[in-house]
């Protein structure tokens, strides 16, 4: 056919097939895009594992209310849940016991073109168990730096969920040794935080080192099972003239008469309004900090300050 002769008919073709492949690139661009909301849609994070108690429970109670929604979290080392943050397209937040640092905001306001959100939401301690049959409860900072750096010999041994990548194993390095490795020989890794508990359990001397969530909440029906086997030790107040010992509670986490807290924070590798941020705001808020509160986290929800009227007659 002689294009010559039909230029209408070509200019009709041409028109046809530049609309098929713009329809063909919209649909391609729908599929590849995120169609989650806060209210339904389903997404995958990564939580470190430390928090899994209480995490679920945020998950189940936000899943019950917004029954279109499904969470897929996978519990693992600190470590890991920042791995699958750079590495994992599909993965959408974690939570982790640190913000990220500057660069890491860089690299990924390179790589994505925005920054990750990221916000701190409840305090956690660090418990210090020992088993049931132990009299030795008392516990002060410069000890447990002694026996980590195996000057206190190897009687004891102080149980960790796991050798390398943890938030346990970082914050012990951190805060405890002062950036110096600890002695190997003095420290026993398991798997998880479950596995420390149950080692605790079954060995005189052993002391292990667990988040609060863990071991914290009287309402806990397996958690006050769990104190028929293990104790939950007092550990060393600088700060206090009452008491020179505490345990922890939210009261202490709050006023920091408990030495050992560090914070939790979501990463929200998110820059629209989708599940993730909703889930984000409701951990956030009052009915995610609830949860905090009930798993004897410390919440940090911002409370409003009114001007109000006493009457003083009352």
Same mark, same amino acid.
């Given at each position: 056919?002689?294009?010559?002769?039909?230029?209408?008919?070509?200019?009709?073709?041409?028109?046809?097939?530049?609309?098929?492949?713009?329809?063909?690139?919209?649909?391609?661009?729908?599929?590849?895009?995120?169609?989650?909301?806060?209210?339904?849609?389903?997404?995958?994070?990564?939580?470190?594992?430390?928090?899994?108690?209480?995490?679920?429970?945020?998950?189940?109670?936000?899943?019950?209310?917004?029954?279109?929604?499904?969470?897929?979290?996978?519990?693992?080392?600190?470590?890991?849940?920042?791995?699958?943050?750079?590495?994992?397209?599909?993965?959408?937040?974690?939570?982790?016991?640190?913000?990220?640092?500057?660069?890491?905001?860089?690299?990924?306001?390179?790589?994505?073109?925005?920054?990750?959100?990221?916000?701190?939401?409840?305090?956690?301690?660090?418990?210090?168990?020992?088993?049931?049959?132990?009299?030795?409860?008392?516990?002060?900072?410069?000890?447990?730096?002694?026996?980590?750096? &195996?000057?206190?010999g190897s009687r004891q041994l102080i149980v960790f969920d796991g050798l390398n990548a943890t938030s346990t194993v970082r914050y012990a390095v951190d805060s405890l040794l002062h950036g110096a490795a600890f002695d190997s020989s003095v420290v026993r890794a398991v798997?998880?935080?479950?596995?420390?508990?149950?080692?605790?359990?079954?060995?005189?001397?052993?002391?292990?080192?667990?988040?609060?969530?863990?071991?914290?909440?009287?309402?806990?029906?397996?958690?006050?099972?769990?104190?028929?086997?293990?104790?939950?030790?007092?550990?060393?107040?600088?700060?206090?003239?009452?008491?020179?010992?505490?345990?922890?509670?939210?009261?202490?986490?709050?006023?920091?008469?408990?030495?050992?807290?560090?914070?939790?924070?979501?990463?929200?590798?998110?820059?629209?309004?989708?599940?993730?941020?909703?889930?984000?705001?409701?951990?956030?808020?009052?009915?995610?900090?609830?949860?905090?509160?009930?798993?004897?986290?410390?919440?940090?929800?911002?409370? &409003?300050?009114?001007?109000?009227?006493?009457?003083?007659?009352?």
């Amino acid at each position: 056919m002689d294009r010559n002769q039909y230029p209408g008919l070509y200019r009709w073709i041409g028109s046809l097939l530049l609309l098929l492949a713009m329809a063909a690139c919209n649909d391609g661009e729908k599929k590849a895009g995120f169609t989650d909301s806060p209210k339904q849609g389903t997404i995958n994070i990564s939580v470190d594992e430390s928090f899994r108690p209480v995490i679920e429970e945020e998950i189940r109670v936000y899943e019950a209310l917004f029954p279109g929604t499904r969470i897929n979290a996978a519990y693992k080392p600190e470590a890991s849940c920042f791995k699958d943050l750079f590495s994992d397209t599909m993965n959408r937040m974690i939570i982790v016991t640190r913000g990220l640092n500057k660069e890491e905001a860089r690299f990924y306001n390179d790589s994505l073109g925005f920054t990750p959100v990221s916000d701190r939401i409840a305090a956690d301690a660090i418990t210090v168990v020992v088993n049931k049959g132990s009299t030795d409860t008392l516990f002060t900072l410069n000890r447990l730096e002694q026996q980590l750096s &195996g000057k206190l010999g190897s009687r004891q041994l102080i149980v960790f969920d796991g050798l390398n990548a943890t938030s346990t194993v970082r914050y012990a390095v951190d805060s405890l040794l002062h950036g110096a490795a600890f002695d190997s020989s003095v420290v026993r890794a398991v798997r998880n935080s479950a596995e420390v508990l149950d080692y605790v359990a079954a060995n005189p001397d052993a002391i292990g080192l667990v988040g609060i969530s863990w071991i914290g909440n009287p309402e806990d029906t397996a958690q006050v099972n769990l104190l028929k086997k293990i104790k939950i030790a007092y550990l060393e107040c600088i700060y206090c003239a009452d008491s020179p010992y505490v345990k922890p509670t939210q009261a202490s986490i709050i006023s920091r008469r408990y030495p050992l807290v560090r914070g939790l924070y979501y990463i929200l590798k998110e820059n629209y309004n989708g599940l993730g941020s909703g889930f984000a705001s409701f951990l956030k808020y009052q009915k995610g900090q609830l949860i905090f509160r009930r798993a004897y986290l410390a919440p940090v929800m911002d409370f &409003g300050i009114r001007d109000v009227k006493i009457n003083e007659k009352l």
